[in-house]
T-cell receptor
Framework: EAQVTQNPRYLITVTGKKLTVTCSQN?????MSWYRQDPGLGLRQIYY???????DKGDVPEGYKVSRKEKRNFPLILESPSPNQTSLYFC????????????FGPGTRLTVT | TQLLEQSPQFLSIQEGENLTVYCNSS?????LQWYRQEPGEGPVLLVT?????EVKKLKRLTFQFGDARKDSSLHITAAQPGDTGLYLC???????????FGKGTSLLVTP
C-alpha cells in the first residue's frame, strides 16, 4: 500500500529535550516536506526537500532541522523544543514535476511543556 | 505566505442540505487542489483542477476552477454526516515548489 508513515503519532516532552520525528514514504517520491498545523493559522510549511541531500526552508523553519540522506526518509529534528512548537505536524511527499498532488502522513501531535 | 482565502471558516448544516465553499486569491495558480481532512488524520486529496473554467464532479461533490485560475469553489449536494471534516484548498504556483494552502473550512453535517 502506498503511504507516508510518521512516528511517533503522539509525543509529550519538556522544553529543551532534543527529539526527532521520523517520516518515511514508499512511493519513490522525490519531493518531501514538513508542515505544522495550528488553529487559525492553517498548514504552514517548515522545510522541504527536492531530493536526497537537497533541502530548503519553508515559511516557518526557525527551531527545526531536517535531513535527507535517503530518498524514502525525511526526519524532522527539534534540537531544543520550546512550548511554541506545540502543534500538529504532517509529513508529505509527491512526485517532482507538474503535478503537485501531495500524500500526507497521519500526523504527529507534539506537546512541549 | 497565505495567499488563499477560504470561506466560510465554519459551516454547520443538517443532512440533506446543499452547501458551497469558496477559495479565493489575487494570485494566478497553475492548478488548484482540494483536500479533506478528518479528525486525527492527514489531509487526503479529493481533486485537482488545472484548466480555467474547469468543472469536475466526484459523486455529490462538484469542483470548479475560476476562468482566471485565481479562485475555486466546492459544492456539495445533499450533504451527509460522512462529509464532515476540514476542507482545504491548495494552489500550485506558476513557479516554485511549494503549495499555498488556505486555512480551511470546517464542515459539520448533523443527522
Amino acid at each position: 500500500e502506498a503511504q507516508v508513515t510518521q512516528n511517533p503519532r503522539y509525543l509529550i516532552t519538556v522544553t529543551g529535550k532534543k527529539l526527532t520525528v521520523t517520516c518515511s514514504q514508499n512511493m519513490n517520491h522525490e519531493y518531501m516536506s514538513w508542515y505544522r498545523q495550528d488553529p487559525g493559522l492553517g498548514l504552514r510549511q517548515i522545510y522541504y526537500s527536492m531530493n536526497v541531500e537537497v533541502t530548503d526552508k519553508g515559511d516557518v523553519p526557525e527551531g527545526y532541522k531536517v535531513s535527507r540522506k535517503e530518498k524514502r526518509n525525511f526526519p524532522l529534528i527539534l534540537e531544543s523544543p520550546s512550548p511554541n512548537q506545540t502543534s500538529l505536524y504532517f509529513c508529505a511527499s509527491r512526485v517532482m514535476g507538474s503535478s503537485y498532488e501531495q500524500y500526507f502522513g497521519p500526523g504527529t501531535r507534539l506537546t512541549v511543556t | 505566505t497565505q495567499l488563499l482565502e477560504q470561506s466560510p471558516q465554519f459551516l454547520s448544516i443538517q443532512e440533506g442540505e446543499n452547501l458551497t465553499v469558496y477559495c479565493n486569491s489575487s494570485s494566478v495558480f497553475s492548478s488548484l487542489q482540494w483536500y479533506r481532512q478528518e479528525p486525527g488524520e492527514g489531509p487526503v486529496l479529493l481533486v485537482t483542477v488545472v484548466t480555467g473554467g474547469e468543472v469536475k464532479k466526484l459523486k455529490r461533490l462538484t469542483f470548479q476552477f475560476g476562468d482566471a485560475r485565481k479562485d475555486s469553489s466546492l459544492h456539495i449536494t445533499a450533504a451527509q454526516p460522512g462529509d464532515t471534516g476540514l476542507y482545504l484548498c491548495a494552489g500550485a504556483p506558476n513557479s516554485g515548489y511549494a503549495l499555498n494552502f488556505g486555512k480551511g473550512t470546517s464542515l459539520l453535517v448533523t443527522p
